[in-house]
């Protein structure tokens, strides 16, 4: 069991943070200098002179491991929206350790004959550079393209209701096929030989005619226009949903039979009209539809067509619910919601209760839906139970927790690769999954959130409101050879603890990546005879920021800073700003925790305690560290004794809410 916790949301409120031009500035690492071990620099230092060390190897590293740690690095994903000038030619590559060359590496390059070389800056690698000068980098945040997108043609074929059933009857003949293949043995063999011809030639009669139907029939329109995203509410209407919630929560609440006995779905729905009402007042181009599922799943799409229910030939067929679904994404979301907003009120009043939970059949098609709209576009799943129909499926299926991991690891990449964010709210009090459904939140980009019924509408404009500026964004931070990355999970990092690589999945203009970086063990950089330790002023930084910009081009912003060094801690904690040291360690217990390792969570939530506040907000902020500290301890207690799963959702949710309001609280200077 692991939480996730999207990083973007717990830095809601540091949008003056961002800075306009570039992603790393001075402001943006924990202090103005990389700070360097005193205790590991005197020792390198004495050994390199030919001197008798002060200290031991061992004594200058436990020295180190008492020192603080004041190196943070903060990117700043907000200035992906603002591409400016794009860089000319590719980025040349240290072949060494890939770092990339920059604005910093200009002085770098010496002439042999009518060669040039480039002594990378990280490895010291001597490269032989094919740039021409004019290919140079003239900035420290150039942006290369590379890979465009393909021209659309001005016109596409919209699947109709013909094509749709040719598709299936192709997939039955490709099954009869397979039947064929068996050997005949008995009459009773020759008999059902004859029943699969004769079914095959009605199948290949009845195809031709659809055919020359789509032919005739076949309709022309303009592209769907991409000023706006599409989103998708995919609502979870099984038995559970009419479960009651605090009376007191609807007695103003639309779509209410009952006054004294509100259900789930209807706090849903009054929830998804409030959003529908709002959208259509502020974003009119937008297009939005609905998913409903039960035992089945439902497609209504802008509520412009007559729902479609999509069988249980499609609830175990990944791909084949991808195929279906998309082809009704021309037809069912063609219309913006100005125009839509009246239906989909109406069919949303008609929605009700019945059946089991198709939850992962569900997600599929509405990842397949959205993924015909524009870069950014939204599937928000409302869900209160298990998952027990279908793919995804965990009910009954203790055995098969791996495979509905997989599968629902298979729908977030999916998602993230269609430039879809996916969004998890889930009920209180209800039982689901949550550890199941976060790598499809964390792989595109979105959220997962257990809330009150009373709360949803809220929590809906809040999702709605994060405007996406970039998908599919993978951030790779490089140190100099002779630092690595601490107190952070092994599984973001690679090259000897050289590079953090972290998946955004998609961005927003508030999203941010921290990581803390320190000097190598004593042991490990005794081996680098080419750097020279007395003369050691500055340090460089590298960030690769992979991205899919909203036009559809494949980009690289390479960030690069040369920061300086000091031996002295209160030298390098000057114009520290802590409010970044507060963002870190707040994003640090959320990948700590993400990943089960409960006692580091532990650690940093201590350091968000020490970090100081305005009086009036100590006693919040004391508050909220306790909740994490309880929460993280209860999740230990549960998971040993193998707890069930809705406490261990509970207490997810107690930490995210009381990260939230963590990052709220201003830290004084």
């Known amino acids: 069991f692991f939480f996730f916790f999207k990083q973007k949301t717990a830095y809601e409120m540091q949008r003056g943070l961002v800075g306009s031009e570039m992603c790393i500035r001075d402001r943006d690492c924990g202090a103005h200098y990389s700070y360097l071990s005193k205790s590991k620099m005197q020792y390198l230092k004495d050994k390199s002179s030919g001197a008798a060390p002060r200290q031991s190897a061992q004594e200058s590293e436990e020295a180190a491991s008492k020192e603080v740690d004041a190196n943070i690095i903060r990117i700043s994903l907000g200035t992906l929206e603002d591409v400016g000038t794009y860089a000319t030619g590719d980025p040349f590559r240290c072949s060494g350790c890939g770092s990339i060359f920059s604005k910093f590496s200009i002085e770098r390059v010496v002439k042999e004959g009518v060669d040039k070389f480039w002594n990378c800056e990280f490895c010291l690698l001597k490269n032989k550079l094919t740039l021409d000068e004019a290919e140079y980098p003239q900035s420290e945040t150039p942006t290369y393209v590379i890979g465009l997108q393909k021209p659309q043609q001005e016109e596409v074929k919209i699947p109709q209701p013909i094509e749709n059933e040719r598709i299936v009857i192709q997939k039955r003949l490709e099954e009869l096929a397979k039947m064929k293949e068996t050997d005949i043995k008995t009459p009773e063999e020759i008999g059902e030989r004859e029943k699969i011809d004769n079914e095959i030639k009605e199948l290949e009669e009845k195809k031709s005619k659809l055919v020359k139907a789509e032919q005739k029939e076949e309709v022309k329109q303009p592209l769907v226009s991409s000023d706006d995203i599409t989103v998708i509410f995919c609502i979870d209407i099984s038995g559970s949903m009419n479960t009651p919630v605090d009376a007191q929560v609807g007695r103003t609440m639309k779509y209410v039979r009952d006054k004294n006995s509100v259900t789930r779905l209807e706090a849903v729905k009054a929830a998804v009209d409030s959003q529908i009402a709002k959208m259509a007042k502020e974003a009119p181009n937008r297009k939005v ?40 994404s021309q037809t069912f979301l063609s219309k913006p919601i100005q125009e839509t907003a009246p239906k989909l009120l109406q069919r949303l009043a008609e929605i009700h209760t019945a059946g089991s939970t198709a939850l992962g059949p569900a997600l599929v098609a509405s990842a397949a839906l959205a993924s015909k709209g524009s870069a950014g576009s939204k599937v928000i799943i409302c869900t209160d139970g298990l998952a027990n129909e279908g793919m995804g499926s965990v009910e009954g299926r203790h055995l098969k927790l791996q495979e509905a991991s997989n599968f629902y690891t298979q729908v977030g990449t999916y998602a993230q690769q269609s430039g879809v964010v996916v969004s998890v709210i889930s009920l209180v009090a209800s039982e689901c999954r949550l550890d199941l459904l976060s790598p499809i939140a964390g792989l595109t980009g979105g959220d997962v959130l257990r809330v009150d019924p009373s709360n949803l509408s809220t929590d809906f404009s809040s999702l709605l409101a994060e405007k996406v500026i970039a998908t599919q964004v993978v951030v790779k931070v490089r140190l100099h050879k002779i630092m690595q990355f601490s107190a952070v999970p092994e599984q973001y990092l690679s090259a000897d603890k050289l590079i953090y690589t972290q998946e955004v999945g998609s961005a927003t203009r508030d999203a941010i990546v921290t990581c803390s970086y320190s000097m190598k063990p004593v042991v490990e950089l005794e081996k680098f005879a080419d750097v020279d330790y007395k003369n050691l002023t500055m340090l460089p930084l590298q960030a690769h920021i992979e991205y899919k910009a909203l036009n559809g081009n494949k980009c690289l912003k390479v960030i690069t800073k040369n920061i300086k060094c000091s031996e002295d801690l209160s030298e390098a904690k000057k114009g520290m700003d802590k409010n970044i040291v507060r963002s870190h360690c707040i994003q640090s217990t959320a990948k700590y925790s993400k990943h089960g390792m409960y006692g580091q969570a532990m650690e940093q939530a201590e350091r968000i305690s020490s970090l100081p506040v305005a009086k009036e907000e100590q006693a919040e902020l004391e508050k909220g560290v306790q909740v994490i500290k309880t929460a993280i301890n209860s999740t230990q207690k549960y998971q040993a004794k193998h707890g069930s799963k809705q406490q261990l959702d509970e207490l997810s949710s107690q930490i995210n809410q009381a990260l939230k309001k963590l990052s709220l609280i201003h830290i004084s200077e």
């Open 289 to 328: 539809g609905f998913v409903t599922f039960a035992s089945s799943v439902n497609l209504h799409g802008d509520c412009s067509q007559p729902p479609v229910t999509l069988g249980h030939q499609y609830s175990e067929d990944f791909f084949g619910m991808v195929e279906h679904s998309s082809n009704y």
